[in-house]
């Protein structure tokens, strides 16, 4: 799954969404900022899926770098990501998030303690993203990419967009709704954010693309006014 940045230049990339395109938005770093989102996520714990123990580990610099720089050379996920090229590139994109105001954590997802996955949870309140759909305090964003070829194309997306949500809600009380914005093209990431309960509240126009607007909110069956 891969996605874009809502403005690229004040994001870096995003993540995005299973299957075998990340998704995220490209070209600017994500911003952080006070402690939004920092002080809790560490704290939330692991939780069982039916593909394994799935927890999110803040990134470490350097000791996670080879491993994302890595994925961020991958073909599919650069479609996406546009990071590829040296270490350097891929370390002042997540750099731009762990020296911000916390409103962005960038996280690696864990299966059964392996690392598989690289995750974005951001307050997407306070991103550039609200200039551009109603946001509501406490909206929470979600980037996903799923880091070896050999977890794409499988479902296994879907999976951990419903365990994180979930999570997301159950931990962050003042949340309720979790959003995301895959570029429309991107039909296997917005299939995968469907398959874990999200909709498609609308279709946006950021600056690099015209993107999803992916909501899952806290109250069951949806209703025209989620958004």
């Known amino acids: 799954m891969q996605g874009q940045p809502a403005h690229p230049d004040q994001r870096p990339g995003r993540t ?13 770093p ?16 692991a939780v069982p899926t039916p593909a394994g123990e799935f927890r999110l ?3 470490r610099l350097p000791a996670d770098l080879p491993l994302l720089a890595g994925w961020m050379n991958d073909p599919e996920v650069d479609e996406f990501w546009a990071l590829a090229g040296p270490p ?5 994109h997540v750099r731009a998030q762990l020296d911000g105001d916390g409103r962005s954590l960038p996280c690696l997802g864990l299966l059964d303690g392996e690392p598989m996955s ?13 200039a551009h759909y109603p946001a509501r305090p406490h909206d929470t964003g979600l980037h996903l990419l799923l880091g070896p070829a050999a977890a794409r194309g499988r479902g296994l997306g879907a999976v951990l967009l419903t365990a994180l ?63």
């Open 165 to 227: 949500a979930d999570l997301v809600l159950r931990r962050r009380p003042a949340c309720e709704r979790v959003v995301a914005e895959p570029d429309v093209r991107n039909r296997r990431s917005v299939r995968a954010f469907e398959r874990a309960g999200f909709h498609v509240a609308a279709e946006l126009d950021l600056p690099e693309k015209r993107a999803a607007l992916m909501v899952r909110a806290r109250a069951l069956p949806f209703a025209e006014d989620d958004l």
């Open 57 to 59: 580990s803040p990134v």
């Open 118 to 130: 690289y995750w974005e949870v951001y307050r997407a309140d306070l991103d550039p993203l609200a």
């Open 16 to 28: 995005g969404r299973p299957g075998r395109h990340p998704v995220r938005v490209r070209g600017h």
């Open 88 to 92: 350097a590139v891929t370390e002042r």
């Open 30 to 45: 994500q911003p952080g900022g006070g402690r939004p989102m920092t002080d809790d996520v560490p704290a939330w714990g």
